[in-house]
């Protein structure tokens, strides 16, 4: 059996990687730019890495080749990045979805799982968000995200291709890039505590997220590439519950014994207020059972930070 992993060098994709290998997959292909993600996420595993660009059409063809799973995780995955920048997130995260499916779909692959985002929601009156709920993207990145859910749907209905769609929360874990100003907050956060600087909270800190542990997302994108009777639909992958940023900082401080107040600076353009997944839907249809509560998920990532970052 083989997998074919876009993005497949980022924090995610490398852990969705192991993962899959763990659960027994032969062949485990990690098809990466290497923009954002990093051969080094991928170093003592039997992760294959193919470099190549999701704009490239051709090049997916090749990559997809005998493949019968494809996890379609590449993307330029920032809310403020979209906003600087939406032409080149527009390319990758539309039209190189557009060109993961139509690949996908003309090398016979079983299932495409799509990485959707919690952002297609926007700001809900109601909490937790559920999947009947009306989107409302509050970002050229949530837009994007939400077309390659239309998209995906639309190849199951109208080409036969099987796809699942996975709306994430906010995932975090080991190797997450603290490397950019767009980086998600608590690899920045993680960073921050061990160089003893102190991290930038934008607005209050009082808006919250569902932070949801990278090992519970891979087990759950699985599940998703082997459910029966779900192609075409739509799934919360959240973990349940939220957070603030104010709480957050607290906690990590907590894991970490050290001791250091955040700068607080204007709200960010484009940022939800709430995020919080009901994850009744993935838990009926796809068996979603995350393990990692959020005090755990921090305790193991900044173990891996310590470890990492000097
Ligand atoms: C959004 C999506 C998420 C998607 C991600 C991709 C929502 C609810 N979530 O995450 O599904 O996977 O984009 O990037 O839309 N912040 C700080 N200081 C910092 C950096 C960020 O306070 O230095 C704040 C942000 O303003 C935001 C929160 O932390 O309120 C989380 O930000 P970030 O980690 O960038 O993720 P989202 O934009 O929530």
């Known amino acids: 059996m083989k997998a074919v992993i876009t993005g497949g060098a980022g924090f995610i994709g490398s852990a969705l990687g ?22 080094a996420n991928l ?4 992760i294959g890495l193919i470099t190549g660009d999701i704009r490239d059409y051709e090049a997916l063809l090749a990559a997809f080749a005998d493949a019968d799973y494809v996890i379609h995780l590449a993307a330029i995955p920032s809310v403020p990045r979209s906003i600087k920048e939406p032409i080149p997130s527009h390319d990758v995260n539309i039209n190189g979805s557009f060109n993961v499916f139509r690949a996908a779909q003309a090398q016979g692959v079983k299932r495409v799982v799509y990485a959707a985002s919690s952002s297609a929601y926007g700001d809900t009156e109601i909490l937790p968000k559920v999947e009947s709920m009306q989107t409302n993207p509050k970002s050229p990145y949530a837009a994007q995200k939400l077309m390659g859910e239309y998209y ?3 190849f199951s209905s109208c080409f036969g291709l099987q796809t699942v769609s996975l709306r ?18 608590l690899s920045l956060f993680m960073k921050a505590l061990i160089e003893g600087k102190s991290p930038t909270i934008f607005g209050d800190g ?8 990278v090992e519970d997302v891979a087990a759950l994108v699985w599940k998703a590439a082997l459910a029966t009777g779900v192609s075409g639909r739509v799934f919360n992958a959240g973990n349940g519950n939220r957070y603030t940023l104010n709480q957050t900082w607290e906690m990590l401080q907590e894991i970490s014994g050290v001791t250091l107040a955040a700068n607080y600076g204007s ?13 009744t839907l993935a838990r009926q249809a796809l068996g979603h059972d995350p393990k990692f509560t959020f005090q755990e998920g921090l305790r193991q990532t900044f173990q891996w930070y310590r470890a990492s970052l000097v």
């Open 206 to 213: 009082e808006q919250s997220r569902d932070f949801t542990y």
């Open 267 to 279: 709200p960010r353009e484009g940022d939800v207020k709430h995020s919080q997944a009901d994850t």
């Open 18 to 39: 192991r993962h899959l290998l763990a659960q027994g997959v032969d062949s485990v292909q990690a098809f990466d730019n290497l923009n954002s993600g990093h051969a």
């Open 43 to 46: 170093e003592g595993t039997a």
């Open 152 to 154: 995906a749907s639309v």
């Open 168 to 185: 994430f929360f906010n995932v975090f874990g080991p190797r997450q890039d603290p490397g950019s100003a767009y980086s998600g907050v």
